[in-house]
């Protein structure tokens, strides 16, 4: 077995990612477990003296202590390396010194290990108390042994834990943590009445309330600094060709009343379609799709009705359609106005433009990664005012290479485009921010005739931090909006990509079984 100086030299090349195999052999074989405690221990195989037993929340090894972000990534290694230390076991019936130190007693009843699995958790915390307490008779066996199956993680097969009727489900759901989760499976399940899946809805959002008041070190989801009391919601509306011909779209749309939630929580997302359009979307004609989002801002604005809000528009547009003046949209108010003749999208709302080719599995599968990453830089600086070198500057398209542009693009948190790019050029432009995984664009639709168009750009990247950019723009809107002459505010396009607000669908399908 490993002794202390090794094993915390193994610790440190884990936590930066340069472990070798030969570093996972000797951890493993450091593994056992003693009275259910999973432990490290030194190398003269004392337990008294082991070196490393992981409990809560930390890892305490020899004088060092993990915590947070470092503690759970050495969790996560060990909880592989003790899968398959047991699957060893079970092939070989015998196995290494590892394998048969594992206490084969530990079962169900007992639940130390699966509590340190879940960091501990309690069986009478408020969740089980919530999902107790819940009315699941509606509600087939078959789909709540499905949601249970899906939301437990990968590796719960090892303590054959045989449950019988729902009450037993419910609460070994609730050792691993996993009651937000398991809720989630059944709102999605569509096999679940309506009603019943709607009194899931309010389900999920108790116990994600709880899950994040419960949390004291998440940092909130909320980054546009609203007042405090106001709910950041968001309207989300995809649009994807349904044919090669451009006659026919297909259009899907959520609400999120408050983006606070948990971010993987899919409770948290309300259809705005009419429930046998859910499955496929809402088909329509181009010169329709404008009046279709007016109905599912209508639809929204109702569900806000007695709400303190700011309502956020996000629309998910294939690249060659990502010019699309969507902010230039008039909409009619749910209640006739006598004292508004019109009123323009993008000067009551701020727009934020989204790219439909970053829902594409593929894309995820290949990028995801990497847009985590270029998202973490943009969460850094949200808080300050935007430096002009954050940005990679596009001033003119002539000699226009877009694989050039993707490899700038690597160390840039966003692209200001002070020329109207030509609309030959706009497929390779996005192509360029979709491979660079780059969250934020800005750019002018229009070439404005004697006006400094960098010298206006860079007035709204710095105006206020980089938080506000959104409100910043809509701000411009509502000036052009003011006035008659050529103004910036009614050619100004905002793109903002976060890759931890997608479409439900999308989500459900990052969430595999145990996550």
């Known amino acids: ?83 398959e230390t047991s699957r060893m076991h079970q ?57 249970y199956q899906d939301s437990l993680p990968p590796d ?6 045989e449950v019988k009727d729902t009450t037993q489900r419910l609460q070994v759901i609730e050792e691993f943590r996993k009651s ?94 009419d429930q046998d359009e859910q499955q496929l979307g809402r088909i329509c004609k ?7 989002l007016n109905n599912f801002l209508k639809t929204s ?22 010019d699309t003046e ?36 593929g894309y995820l599968a290949r990028y995801l990664s990497d847009w985590y990453k270029s998202w973490e830089k943009v969460k850094s600086v949200l808080h300050d005012k935007p430096s002009q070198e954050l940005f990679e500057h596009l001033q003119e398209m002539e000699n226009f290479n877009w694989k050039l542009l993707k490899i700038s693009l690597k160390e840039k948190i966003g692209i200001k485009i002070t020329c109207a790019p030509p609309r030959t050029k706009i497929k390779e432009l996005f192509e360029a921010i979709l491979k660079a995984t780059t969250p934020i664009a800005i750019w002018t639709r229009c070439d404005i005739p004697n006006l400094d168009q960098v010298t206006a750009i860079d007035e709204v990247l710095s105006f206020k931090p980089l938080c506000h950019l959104c409100e910043s723009v809509r701000q411009k809107r509502e000036q052009a909006d003011a006035q008659t002459e050529e103004h910036l505010g009614f050619h100004l396009a905002l793109l903002w990509e976060d890759p931890y607000r997608l479409t439900p669908n999308v989500m459900l399908q990052l969430t595999t079984p145990g996550q």
């Open 1 to 83: 077995m490993a002794d202390q100086d090794n094993l915390n030299d193994i610790i440190e090349r884990i936590l930066k990612g340069i472990q070798t195999e030969d570093d996972i052999e000797q951890l493993r074989r450091s593994l056992t477990i003693v009275e259910g405690v999973l432990q490290l221990v030194s190398q003269d195989g004392e337990f008294n003296t082991n070196i490393g037993q992981i409990t809560g929340g930390d890892i305490h090894i020899g004088d060092r202590t993990y915590q947070g972000a470092d503690a759970a990534t050495i969790q996560q290694i060990v909880r592989n390396v003790f899968q």
């Open 91 to 147: 092939n070989t019936q015998g196995g290494d010194a590892a394998a048969r130190d594992i206490d084969k007693r530990i079962t169900y009843e007992n639940c130390t290990f699966i509590q340190f699995l879940a960091k501990d958790s309690n069986l009478g915390n408020s969740s089980q108390n919530l999902l107790n307490e819940s009315d699941f008779s509606g509600i087939s066996q078959e789909s709540i042994q499905q949601a």
């Open 156 to 161: 719960a097969s090892v303590w054959n834990l």
């Open 180 to 273: 937000l989760e398991f809720v989630q499976r059944l709102i999605q399940d569509e096999r679940i009445p309506q009603e019943s899946r709607d009194k899931l809805s309010a389900l999920a959002e108790e116990l994600a309330a709880k899950k994040h008041s419960g949390d004291k070190t998440k940092p909130p989801t909320n980054f546009l600094s609203n007042p405090q009391g106001q709910l950041e919601s968001y309207l989300i509306a995809t649009i994807e060709r349904c044919d090669d011909d451009n006659e026919q779209f297909l259009m899907n749309a959520w609400l999120i009343i408050d983006d606070s939630l948990p971010v993987n929580s899919l409770s948290k997302f309300i259809s705005l379609l």
């Open 286 to 292: 181009f010169n329709e799709i404008q009046q279709q």
């Open 301 to 322: 604005l109702k569900h806000l009705i007695g709400k303190r809000y700011q309502l956020i528009i996000e629309v998910f547009l294939p690249r060659d359609l990502i």
């Open 326 to 361: 969507i902010d230039r949209w008039e909409i009619s108010e749910s209640i006739p106005n006598p004292m508004v003749e019109k009123t323009i999208l993008g000067t009551e709302y701020p727009i934020r433009l989204r790219s439909l080719e970053r829902l594409n599995c």
